[in-house]
T-cell receptor, first 114, second 115 residues
Framework: AQSVAQPEDQVNVAEGNPLTVKCTYS??????LFWYVQYPNRGLQFLLK??????LVKGSYGFEAEFNKSQTSFHLKKPSALVSDSALYFC????????????FGKGTRLSVIA | GAGVSQSPRYKVAKRGQDVALRCDPI?????LFWYQQALGQGPEFLTY????????KSGLPSDRFFAERPEGSVSTLKIQRTQQEDSAVYLC?????????????FGPGTRLTVT
């Protein structure tokens, strides 16, 4: 069965500092990994995805994520946090075969403090 | 362009009532997904349409839940005889590609409260 874990419910970081939001996963076969962000009263917005290729994936709004197969992790990172990055972040995964739905983590609330 | 829209945004139902939730996907998107998001949780998959065909309904929690997309565009999620445990935000998403491997565009959700 597929599963994804976001071990931190809340991450606090000062504006301008680097941020990391953690995600680990368990799937059959090769993983397809996604990060989404949710702002209040709005739907989830796609940030980035990993399917194959380079382990470092760059996405929207300056975010990037590093795929680590040995640690089964896909942590979201940004070199310099902005107050406007404060939101709820979801990691999602699907494995193989290709007709398996996405499984989302519980989410991590990021607060960037000015 | 216009994104995914959902209506109503908020719905309060008495236990036992039937409700219908509407999703208007991005024009031309072939794939449409429904998710249920309980408070403090991530979205959980309910069902998937490719055009008008419902290819996966493995996430529907009971036979009280029914979804349709008769013309391959607008979709309706219907819940019969609502129960308190049905209280959640129901999210709709669409994609220009088929299957689960591509980015999905989400609507703002319908918050259902069953009293």
């Amino acid at each position: 069965a597929q599963s994804v874990a976001q071990p931190e419910d809340q991450v606090n970081v000062a504006e301008g500092n680097p941020l990391t939001v953690k995600c680990t996963y368990s799937v059959s076969g090769n993983p397809y990994l996604f990060w989404y962000v949710q702002y209040p009263n709005r739907g989830l917005q796609f940030l980035l995805k990993y399917i194959t290729g380079d382990n470092l994936v760059k996405g929207s709004y300056g975010f990037e994520a590093e795929f680590n197969k040995s640690q089964t992790s896909f942590h979201l990172k940004k070199p310099s946090a902005l107050v406007s990055d404060s939101a709820l972040y979801f990691c999602a995964v699907r494995g193989e075969p290709g007709n398996t739905p996405l499984v989302f983590g519980k989410g991590t609330r990021l607060s960037v403090i000015a | 362009g216009a994104g995914v829209s959902q209506s109503p945004r908020y719905k309060v139902a008495k236990r036992g009532q039937d409700v219908a939730l509407r999703c208007d996907p991005i024009s031309g998107h072939v794939s449409l997904f429904w998710y249920q998001q309980a408070l403090g949780q991530g979205p959980e998959f309910l069902t998937y349409f490719q055009n008008e065909a419902q290819l996966d309904k493995s996430g529907l929690p009971s036979d009280r839940f029914f979804a349709e997309r008769p013309e391959g565009s607008v979709s309706t999620l219907k819940i019969q005889r609502t129960q308190q445990e049905d209280s959640a935000v129901y999210l709709c998403a669409s994609s220009s590609r088929t299957g689960f491997s591509y980015e999905q565009y989400f609507g703002p959700g319908t918050r259902l409260t069953v009293t």
